[in-house]
């Protein structure tokens, strides 16, 4: 192991995911992390979350080590992260950080608990006896807690805590105590942190108080909650002993309503953004509510559903379809209190325009975050790295992405050109050790390989970067936005200038073998030949293009073009000499539905860029826009705003009622149903526009050669979709860019160097060590039956065919010992595991 | 319904099945055939495998004995691919075993041909011996006489799959009089080709066969659901299951029948189960005495949490146990209950996973 004192010092400001997802891949790469919190507790607002979209399950331990796995307490991380090199300094905030990256001296304050942690026994003893109770943050203030309290009930080996602003000093605790562990006087503790190489800030969200909207009743009715108010209610240590009773009177909930965007997507509060993940928490909480209360009836008012990941669509339409969630296009004016104590009315406007009053038993507000945060200074701080999901609302998905790339900026800046010698391991290699091969494959050099191999050249790491076309850049020749097009292109100058990258063109990887830090790849180039390469990770970005469909008449008329033919042609000013007087847009065509039911991420955003471009222009075209869902999350909200003020016409349409598109002597005809006069509509633009969407590129070969599976949609399948999204499921090979999900450039940028992050633990030091436990094969008694290979759930199991053998890849085995369990005969063992071992354990368990 | 082959036996049905395998050989189908035939120095019928078409006629498939389950044997010749194309004989509960061994790795299927015996049962050993030793003419007297065919082992006479799956031809006896003709079915295009080659003529099977395949599988049914709901009550609870293997010698002769017990070496051979002294003594200490040898209800219930999935119902597990045991009663009881739970049926199909490598989170939410 490498000493703590020899590695590089990074600080992490903020250990919510973003800020232990750095912590950890960096601890990974050869740092040493301190980790701090003003919260009292780490694990920032999932700690109170039990369920997570799109799988329904928790999964944050999948953020844990793998390759150096005996440096972290390898346990449910919601309990608590416990690692060799991250120290984490709870309820402790930074006063100022002075110097230049690589040695920076940063000053603390931490507030002390008033409980001495080497004394306390966790007896409980103070907390019996504190006359004090507020309002339980932990449980969404439903439930009471004391002024000495445990901040997160289920984090192990956390002992109690001090709410300063709560006690009043009456010293009962300290006198009850019977270890005086308790120390009412304790006073702040500043510590100055020196030769710090470098900062992250992830302070995470602050979260919108819905108190602010009095027409909702929020903290007046005790039936109206806020969607992690609704998560406490279903978690089984929540305010409740039963998960499915409402706050006011502990009835059984059966009929509930959600109401988005409370706090967000509201220009009266001046929050001119979208928290993004509101709408999905809500499908999720619904399909909780559905699998949790029998009977639930469960309704979305929403303005938009912005089910803007990879496989959301499909997760909504199962709510809607299957589990039979009303979806109300609607923003609710108000709550009120019924008749009947504890129910609430919700009126609304239904698809008809019909004012409906209808009773529920519990309402649910989809707060997002708070607007405009304000940065303290040290983030603009040379070496102070921010995530760009800083204090946005962002899924884990997206917030694991953008702290990988927080974490490869980081490093880029701060690791030594001999980092290998800091990062590697000086003891002495046993057999099952194995060298690593400090090199990389990148496949593919659109946005997101350009950056993964530029990122990774960063690390010192050589790589080769293999481009099927004869050019770099990817869909890039197609980009119009000049920061965008500026941006690739200066990637392709610095990969083609930078010395440890070479760059084959025309090429296209045919076989690929081997395990991670020693993988062979074969290149054939061009007509040159063939190429061998070796190498200790490999990336793949083999990205996506524009969506071919045949949806609204497309390609069967030249006045009905795509999002990306009208980017361009208003670009190269095509349209200045016959401006269009009218222009309709449709969105969605041939995506969001079977057989592409995703969005696509980019379309929304093309479509509101080209008409307030047209507008600017040309202040008098009429310009219509049929939109399902307009997906401008996060700040992209803006240009919704934008385009609405600008007097862009929103007609908004079900996949069951679409608009049609007819050709009728010279003119083109497009009909559609508009919701607000409940009618008919028609009209005869010059230009019909269609958003088509993105597909992947065609990756069969690669998914075979390189076992990694593809989603029903062909897009890569990552090894999981929140916590591990640049990961493929082999050990060693990563995925990013638009052949795993659709995305902006700007997003495939900040993919290849989380993947480059993720890539850079294998090939941070010169072994690749096995863990304590780990799987091994008997071969004199195995019968290569092969079923540890299909069960494992790593892929870290291969039949060596020369040696007729089963091996195990030390690297990406975890030790979950599924492979034990599956092997008859016990051929297979788990170091620390062995069968009579646990017999006995057995034996004495049962008497 | 399949092509159909009537071959005339006149009156010599061990004769006529033995010609058409020599035809295999003769015709240059298969490069070996695997087959059961007596030994020159015993009537029980061992698996043979035959190259020389002379030899073959020697081969008797359907004579109501089977010392075990051949699968095993026909893996020794199939571990891997050898080039050779191999014609193999087989019950179907052989077949249905060589299909889980297969799917376990342990063979190689791509060159073979299976011929499957549409399966009135076998005999146990001895009474085959006695009766064949008294009968020269046992195996056309067995398929003629109902009588005779009340002597086939317990296992068999609840057997409700005695139709071959998965075979390319099967071999079909029921409703066919053995002494004037036996059939032969085309399972696969590949069986379809051999039938071709051999200048077979293609028809319908006889339309009584279907009645009479049903009739024998309802009364095979009905034995079944008796015989089963015996033996839960015997074996429904682990003292019960203790009592009911309460004869066990441990000499672990159903694991070594077993033809899906696979394993080079059985966990129970292994150190795992090779206690040290301070353990049985141990074990003796806290009840003041221990039974030895150990682990005989913890080796039943190993086997079955191995195979109950893959077990093909073939008996011989009761066949060799030395205290008469009813080994196979319960392990088919069981094995149907799991097989039902994840809708998994051994041998059907070489492409259906084997349960336990598919994850599906509302499997067993339904209970056994």
Known sequence: ?847 | MHPFVIIKTDGHLSNAVAGFLKKLLTEQIADAVLAAAPTPYSLLPMPTLFTAPDLIEKADPLAPAAPFNSARQAISVLKHDTGKRIALVLRPCEIRALIELAKLKQCSLDNTLLIGIECLGRMENSVYLESASQNPGLTQAFYEDPDLQKHICSSCAICTRFQPVHADISLCLVGMPANECIGLSAETEAGLSVLKQLGFETSEAPARREDQIHRLLDERKASKAALLSENKDKTDSIEKFQRYFADCLNCHNCRVACPVCYCRECVFLTDVFAHDPEVLLRRASKKGMVKLPADTTMFHMTRMAHIAHACVACGHCSSVCPSHIPVADVFIRVAEEIQKLYDYEPGRDLSEAIPLLVFDENTGNEGI
Request: charge should be negative; charged fraction near 25%.
């Open chain 1, 1 to 847: 192991m490498v000493p703590n004192n020899t590695r590089p010092h990074v600080l992490i400001i903020g250990a919510g995911i973003s800020g232990m997802h750095a912590a950890i891949d960096l601890a990974e790469t050869g740092c040493r992390v301190t980790l701090v919190d003003k919260a009292a507790a780490s694990g920032g607002i999932l700690s109170q979350i039990d369920h997570q979209f799109p799988d329904d399950h928790c999964g944050m331990c999948r953020i844990l080590p793998m390759i150096n796995r005996d440096d972290c307490r390898q346990t449910c991380l919601r309990r608590g992260l416990d690692h060799d090199h991250i120290r984490i300094l709870t309820q402790t905030e930074v006063l100022g950080i002075t110097g230049a990256p690589g040695n920076m001296t940063v000053t603390l304050a931490t507030t002390p608990t008033g409980v001495d942690p080497e004394r306390c026994t966790d007896c409980g003893e103070c907390e019996t006896v504190c006359p004090v109770e507020i309002p339980d943050q932990f449980n969404a203030s439903l439930s009471f807690s004391k002024a000495i309290y445990k901040p997160v009930p289920h984090q192990s080996g956390t002992k109690r805590t001090i709410n300063w602003d709560a006690c009043n000093r009456c010293d009962a605790c300290r006198k009850i105590c019977p270890e005086s562990a308790i120390n009412l006087d304790a006073a702040s503790r500043p510590q100055t942190l020196q030769n710090i190489a470098g900062v992250i800030y992830t302070p995470g969200a602050e979260l919108f108080d819905p108190r602010a909207v009095d027409l909702y009743g929020f903290g007046i009715l005790p039936n109206v909650v806020t969607s992690t108010g609704f998560e406490r209610i279903l978690n089984s240590a929540g305010p409740f002993a039963d998960i499915t009773v409402r706050p006011s009177d502990h009835l059984p909930i059966k009929k509930i309503a959600w109401l988005q965007c409370v706090g967000s997507r509201n220009l009266m509060l001046g929050a001119d953004h979208c928290s993004t993940a509101c709408c999905m928490i809500a499908v999720k909480e619904a399909i909780l509510a559905h699998e949790k209360i029998e009977g639930a009836e469960t309704t979305i008012f929403y303005m938009d559903m912005r089910t803007f990941g990879r496989d959301f669509q499909r997760y909504k339409d199962r709510a809607e379809f299957e589990l039979g969630v009303r979806f109300i296009r609607c923003r609710v004016h108000s709550i009120e209190p019924a008749d009947t104590p504890g129910d609430l009315i919700i009126s609304y406007v239904d698809a008809e325009g019909h004012r409906i009053e209808e009773i529920f038993d519990l309402a649910i507000l989809s707060t997002g975050r708070k607007p405009a945060p304000v940065l303290p200074d040290f983030v603009r701080h040379d070496g102070g790295f921010m995530p760009d999901s800083v204090q946005q609302f962002k899924d884990i998905s997206e917030s694991v992405i953008a702290s990988g790339a927080a974490a490869a900026g980081l490093l880029k800046k701060i690791l030594p050109k001999t980092h290998e010698k800091t990062a590697s391991d000086d003891s002495p290699a046993d057999s099952q050790s194995r060298p690593v091969e400090k090199t990389a494959l990148v496949v593919g050099g659109g946005p997101a390989g350009l950056s993964a191999a530029l990122t990774l050249a960063g690390f010192y790491v050589k790589v080769a970067l293999v481009e099927k076309q004869d050019a770099l850049g990817g869909n890039a020749a197609h980009i119009v936005d000049k920061d965008t097009k500026e941006s690739i292109a200066q990637l392709i100058t610095n990969v083609m200038n930078h010395p440890l990258i070479t760059v084959y063109k025309n090429a296209q990887v045919i076989n690929h073998q081997g395990i991670p830090g020693r993988f062979v790849s074969r290149i054939r180039l061009g007509e040159e030949g063939e190429k061998i390469l070796v190498h200790g990770a490999t990336v793949i970005v083999t990205g996506g293009h524009a969506a071919q469909t045949d949806a609204y008449g497309s390609g069967t008329d030249d006045r009905i073009i795509t999002q990306f033919d009208l980017e361009k042609r208003l670009h190269d000013g095509e349209l200045d000499q016959l401006p269009p007087k009218s222009v309709v847009m449709i969105q969605c065509a041939g995506s969001r539905e079977e057989p592409a039911n995703y969005c696509s991420r980019i379309c929304c955003i093309k479509a509101l860029n080209n008409a307030i471009g047209l507008k600017e222009k040309w202040p008098e075209t009429d310009i219509r826009i049929f939109y399902r869902d307009i997906m401008t999350t996060g700040d992209t909200e803006t240009l919704y705003t934008e385009a609405r003020r600008k007097g862009i016409c929103f007609i908004p349409f079900d996949v069951s009622r679409k608009p049609s598109v007819s050709i009728n002597g010279p003119d083109i005809i497009v009909t559609g149903h508009d919701p607000i006069k409940n009618a008919a509509v028609s009209f005869k633009p010059d230009m019909v526009v269609l958003s088509t969407g993105v597909s992947p590129n065609p990756s069969d070969d690669i998914a075979r050669m390189f076992f990694i599976p593809l989603t029903v949609d062909a897009f890569f399948k990552e090894a999981d979709y929140k916590w591990r999204p640049v990961d493929s499921p082999r050990e060693g090979i990563f995925v990013a860019g638009l052949g795993r999900a659709p995305q902006t450039a700007l997003q495939s940028i900040q993919e290849g160097e989380a993947a480059a992050c993720r890539a850079f633990r294998i090939l941070a030091s010169d072994l690749i060590k096995p863990q304590r436990v780990t799987a091994i094969v008997r071969h004199a008694i195995c019968s290569r039956c092969e079923l540890c290979i299909d069960t494992c759930p790593y892929g870290a199991r291969f039949a060596d065919t020369e040696q007729n053998r089963i091996m195990v890849d030390v690297a990406a085995c975890q030790g979950c010992g599924a492979c034990a369990a599956i092997c008859p005969n016990s051929a297979t063992l788990l170091g620390d595991f062995e069968d009579h071992r646990v017999m006995d354990a057995l034996e004495t368990a049962i008497g």
